[in-house]
């Protein structure tokens, strides 16, 4: 087993460790505001270094550690983004008596949206990773076919705005992490 790493490519490890331990606790409910966008600003920073720096991490453990902490990020830290989105989106509530675009009621109308989320951030972070990005495509069709009777029968645009808005979150957030990858 070789492990090969120089100084800016252990950096690199680093930090999406720290950024994958951010998402973590992000999943908590008095973690969410603290350690959500700390786990977006060690994503940016480790984007940024894998660009940056001119990196070396050979090696199959060394490789296989990259890209398993950029699959786990991908997978654990895009739910509290995209929560988080949700909040800035719903900032100062809905309209009295308006209860159908509430994001409770989305919620209720698309059941099983954050494990969907995170089938669909996998889905995508390997494809990129593994140099397939049609895969993306795949990834979002099958999304998008098996969510349209729900959208269709929703009623309401509100919960197509929260299937798009989620689904980009999910996608921006899954294809930087595979940035991190593509780029050291």
């Not at 490789?63 to 800035?88: N, Y």
């Not at 269709?152 to 645009?157: K, W």
Request: a negative charge; glycine letters at 14%.
């Amino acid at each position: 087993m070789r492990w090969d790493v120089d100084p800016a490519g252990a950096m690199l490890l680093v930090l999406l460790g720290a950024a994958v331990l951010a998402a973590c606790w992000a999943w908590t409910r008095t973690g969410a505001r603290t350690w959500t966008p700390i786990s977006l600003l060690l994503l940016l920073a480790s984007l940024a270094w894998a660009g940056a720096a001119d990196l070396q991490v050979a090696g199959d453990a060394p490789r296989t550690l990259l890209v398993g902490l950029a699959g786990v990020l991908a997978v654990v830290g895009g739910g509290p983004v995209t929560a988080a989105l949700f909040d800035v989106v719903d900032q100062g509530g809905t309209a009295a008596g308006d209860e159908d675009d509430s994001l409770e009621h989305a919620g209720e109308l698309l059941r099983g949206g954050a494990w969907i989320g995170a089938l669909e951030r996998a889905g995508v972070v390997a494809a990129l990773v593994a140099g397939w990005p049609e895969g993306t495509a795949v990834v979002l069709a099958l999304k998008g076919l098996g969510r349209y009777p729900e959208l269709r029968n929703a009623g309401t645009g509100a919960v197509a705005e929260r299937f798009i808005i989620g689904t980009f979150s999910s996608v921006l957030w899954a294809a930087a992490c595979a940035a991190c990858v593509v780029l050291a």
